[in-house]
């Protein structure tokens, strides 16, 4: 494990480290069999971000949230742009909806009825405009678009229409802003997905160039499929832009991150570290992407934000020259111990610590509760909203 003379940098880099909350995560969401009602959820987009700041309070590394249009739909977004400033958060990703409208039974920007194809891609161009008045840097695109059956569709000429939809989108972007596109291996769809994977993400996103970067939600695979190589090799190639983090133990459970396989978000995040990308100048969404259908929701989200952390110190603690002298000696043994001597390690103390050096409580958890946020949107939140999840 890495020397106690150089945890300093690792502290740094812990303080540095910025996780982005989704607005949706605090709204009320289910399964399709059923959504559990809660007391105190937020009624409006305004509340959704005041829950989302909670967050930030006790945390101090959540600075941003993103949003999900239309289920965020406001009249001015300048105005909730500012909303969230006084809150001490700022609005990040803007993430499309482009699956929960009839029109969309047969796909959207690769549907083929051209008509169908031009609303989505619409929809595309309007979320581009909402982040020119939120300063938004992200455009988070999601197709559920895919077919159920052999012969459905033309699976090559779909991949034609994904790919001119796409490019009159990334024309749209300003010089700050980005397409992160986000692939899925199935569901909704359960024959073929348009954009099944990593690699036809990644092959889109370079064809339309450098402001577009692909975006690895970890619930979004198949079993056993290994996330952190593929971290490796898009960061190796300058293509990575965001993570959706959640964790799953079936499919796409959207449970909290560090939940279902710790070890796993470890080795992400190790590769993170490894290819020198925690910063947030280094352009890396690390965004949440999860529903909290039986729990309480902001305990829940401030519970996934210090998982992360918890993964993040692991990483950092990695002793690299004696893992890539184990490494060149072929000491196979040997630098497998260095990798789980850091994930062994108890970072709760160094954790706190950082937290304290930032003028926080050293327990976020504790703090909430204390707190007595809860009680009182509780008590004054009648009503809340489904988050647009498991109607
Ligand atoms: C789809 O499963 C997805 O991961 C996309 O990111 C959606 O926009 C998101 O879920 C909504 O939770
Ligand atoms: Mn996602
Ligand atoms: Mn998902």
Known sequence: ????????????????????????????????????????????????????????????????????????????????????????????????????????????????????RRKATDHLLEAISIMDATGSRDLKLWFSDGINYPGQDDLRTRQD???????????????????????????????????????????????????????????HHAPGTNIEFIVAFLLRQNKLGAFDFNSRFYADDDLMVGAADPFQLFRIMYEIVRGDALHPDRGIAFMLDQCHNIERKIPAVIRSVMNVQEATAKALLVDRDALSAAQSAGDVLEANAVVMDAYNTDVRPLLAQVREDAGLDPDPMAAFKRSGYQERVDAERVGGEQAGWGA
């Open 1 to 116: 494990m890495i020397p106690v003379s150089d945890l300093t940098a690792v502290r740094r880099a812990l303080a540095s480290h910025e996780i982005e909350t989704p607005s949706w995560a605090f709204g009320n969401s289910g399964t399709r069999f059923k959504v559990f009602a809660q007391p105190g959820v937020p009624r409006t987009p305004e509340e959704k971000i005041a829950d989302a700041a909670t967050v930030h309070r006790f945390t101090g590394v959540a600075p941003q949230v993103a949003l999900h249009i239309p289920w965020d739909t406001v009249e001015d977004y300048g105005a909730l742009a500012s909303y969230a400033r006084d809150q001490g958060v700022r609005l990040g990703a803007i993430n499309t909806n482009v699956f929960q409208d009839d029109d969309y039974k047969l796909g959207s920007v690769t549907n083929p009825d051209p008509g169908i």
């Open 161 to 219: 229409r994904l790919a001119q939809a796409l490019r009159e989108t990334y024309d749209r972007l300003g010089d700050d802003q980005r397409i992160v596109l986000e692939y899925k291996l199935f569901e909704p769809a359960f024959y073929a997905t348009d954009v099944p994977d990593w690699g036809t993400s990644y092959a889109h996103c370079v064809e339309l160039g450098e402001k577009a970067t692909v975006c690895i939600d970890t619930g």
